[in-house]
């Protein structure tokens, strides 16, 4: 059968998304594997799959699926990609939209100009439910890697993330600390590695290495991730900028027992069909 998806993008993350409801397909992990091939497939960071909810009381269930085909608790740039995937292919006329995620039900709306605004819900510091082995406080730690250690931050925004702080993000070694930090034992179900520049208490530059992908244009829980790990260590304000390779997001963290709150953009780049 031809399965018809749209690729799209959000600060330059990018994403195949798969509507379920208007399709009948049983995903298996080899179309992940396919659709998010970059040579022989569609090619995206992830996939994201829209979904009829469990709960009546809540408007869809999104899915989300890494290039490597590993189903993941939560994406900030593919969930408001998927907000504006709903409201543009009709699924709702609502502006204002639930859905059920792995890591729990998240509130999008959708603004003007094609920009969403997400309750990504509040971070996760306990270190057994990052997940995290090391026994110590998860805002401040000390990484062991070969021939060195890294005082990084860890916690979870539905997915496990690291964060290290660096002075001057173009030269942070991404490509060999990011693969390192990925699998570190300290982390049994591996972790997003982030790389922050803080450039004033309101601004960061931040590259993401992935869980699943490898470094990202953008990562929206990674930057949800770095902004209260900057806030808990008394570097961040509330709201905070964050520059991506791939563009730029808006994050709000009011300190423990708040939402960290995220608003970035969201594009469609072109609609297809795949034989399955
Ligand atoms: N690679 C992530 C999932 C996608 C997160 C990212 N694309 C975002 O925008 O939050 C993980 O394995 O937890």
Same mark, same amino acid.
């Given at each position: 059968m031809q @399965?018809?998806?749209?690729?799209? %993008?959000? $600060?330059?993350? !990018?994403?195949?998304? *798969? !509507? /379920?409801?208007?399709? +009948?397909?049983? /995903? +298996?992990? &080899? !179309? *992940? +594997?396919?659709? $998010?091939? +970059?040579r022989f497939g569609i090619g995206c960071d992830q996939v994201l799959v829209v979904e009829p909810p469990s709960n009546p009381d809540v408007d869809f269930r999104y899915r989300i699926y890494n290039a490597d085909g590993t189903e993941v608790e939560q994406c900030g740039n593919g969930a408001r990609c998927f907000a504006r995937f709903v409201h543009d292919s009709k699924l709702t006329t609502k502006r204002r939209i639930t859905a059920e995620t792995p890591a729990g039900v998240i509130t999008l709306q959708c603004l003007e100009q094609q920009r969403v605004e997400v309750d990504m819900g509040q971070p996760e510091l306990e270190p057994e439910l990052i997940p995290f082995a090391a026994a110590a406080? $998860? !805002?401040?730690? &000390? @990484?062991?890697?070969?021939?060195? %250690? @890294?005082? *990084?931050? $860890? @916690?979870?925004m539905g997915n496990p993330h690291a964060i290290v702080r660096v002075t001057d993000i173009e030269t942070a070694d991404v490509a060999g600390l990011g693969p390192a930090i990925e699998s570190h034992s300290d982390f049994p179900q591996r972790v997003n590695a982030g790389f922050m520049q803080v450039i004033s208490e309101q601004e960061i530059r931040l590259r993401v290495f992935e869980r699943g992908v490898g470094e990202t244009l953008a990562c929206g829980t990674g930057a949800c991730a770095a902004v209260v790990y900057g806030k808990l260590r008394g570097w961040l304000s509330d709201t905070v900028t964050v520059q991506l390779p791939g563009g730029m997001l808006s994050i709000t963290w009011r300190g423990p027992g708040h939402s960290v709150i995220m608003t970035?953009?969201?594009?469609?780049?072109?609609?297809?069909s795949i034989k399955v």
């Open positions: @399965l018809k998806f749209t690729k799209m %993008h959000g $600060a330059g993350n !990018d994403f195949v998304v *798969i !509507d /379920l409801i208007s399709q +009948r397909y049983k /995903l +298996r992990s &080899h !179309d *992940i +594997r396919k659709f $998010a091939d +970059r406080r $998860a !805002d401040s730690y &000390h @990484l062991q890697l070969p021939g060195q %250690h @890294l005082e *990084i931050g $860890a @916690l979870s970035g953009p969201t594009a469609v780049v072109f609609e297809g």
